[in-house]
């Protein structure tokens, strides 16, 4: 079993819907949770850096982490083409040496116009 | 400014060559790391530089893999006898001190005929 685990998809969406993403994950030891955009032939894109749990949000997007129940989710609000990628979650521990990030296999997102 | 860059973008080569590929951090970045992502799949770790600590090879898949890092500046990796499972866009990244966020390259795109 991976460490962390992450729907494939793809999830196909129409434009406008709100749009969910969801990691779990089995080491109690992360605190420090990512989540990264990949567009097609580009590197992964930093979008969002949360520290142990609860909410943040930026701009359309709202993180969440339950470190209860080692489940990490990424919200997009009014959801554009644009978005259309796939969206890595990452995370790391306090023992990692520097900030050594374990991913899931990532999630593709399409957002139909 | 400008970002992590990777050199070369696309590498095509025979089964049991040699081969090198370059990254250059962000300017005053002191980590470094190598990430391998197979098609459909996330990161997986490769090795990680701290200024001019001894690198942390954890992730090296075999000892066909190696990497190295002049100071805080380019690093290259360098996989010899190449085999068709080395197939992958190997990344880089780099990063500011402590827990700050990893900045990635578009990577090079490797395939091994």
């Known amino acids: 079993q991976k460490e962390v685990e992450q729907d494939p998809g793809p999830l196909s969406v129409p434009e406008g819907a709100i749009v969910s993403l969801n990691c779990t994950y089995s080491?109690?030891?992360?605190?420090?949770f990512m989540w990264y955009r990949q567009y097609s032939r580009k590197g992964p894109e930093l979008l969002m850096y949360?520290?142990?749990?609860g909410n943040k949000e930026d701009g359309r997007f709202t993180a969440q982490v339950d470190k209860s129940s080692k489940y990490i989710s990424l919200f997009i609000r009014d959801s554009q083409p644009s978005d259309s990628a796939t969206y890595l979650c990452?995370?790391?521990?306090?023992?990692?040496?520097?900030?050594?990030?374990?991913f899931g296999g990532g999630t593709r997102l399409m957002v139909k116009p | 400014g400008a970002g992590v860059s990777q050199s070369p973008s696309n590498k095509v080569t025979e089964k049991g060559k040699d081969v090198e590929l370059r990254c250059d951090p962000i300017?005053?970045?002191?980590?470094l790391y190598w990430y391998r992502q197979r098609l459909g799949q996330g990161l997986e770790f490769l090795i990680y530089?701290?200024?001019?600590?001894?690198?942390?090879k954890s992730g090296l898949p075999s000892d066909r893999f190696s990497a190295e890092r002049t100071g805080e500046s380019v690093s290259t990796l360098t996989i010899q006898r190449t085999q068709q499972e080395d197939s992958a866009v190997y990344l880089c990244?780099?990063?500011?001190?402590?827990?700050?966020?990893?900045?990635f390259g578009n990577g090079t795109r490797l395939t091994v005929t």
């Open positions: 300017s005053g970045h002191t980590a």
């Open positions: 990244a780099s990063s500011g001190s402590g827990r700050s966020p990893l900045h």
């Open positions: 990452a995370m790391s521990a306090r023992s990692n040496a520097g900030n050594m990030l374990t």
């Open positions: 080491n109690s030891a992360f605190q420090y």
């Open positions: 949360t520290y142990s749990s």
């Open positions: 530089f701290q200024g001019n600590s001894a690198p942390d």
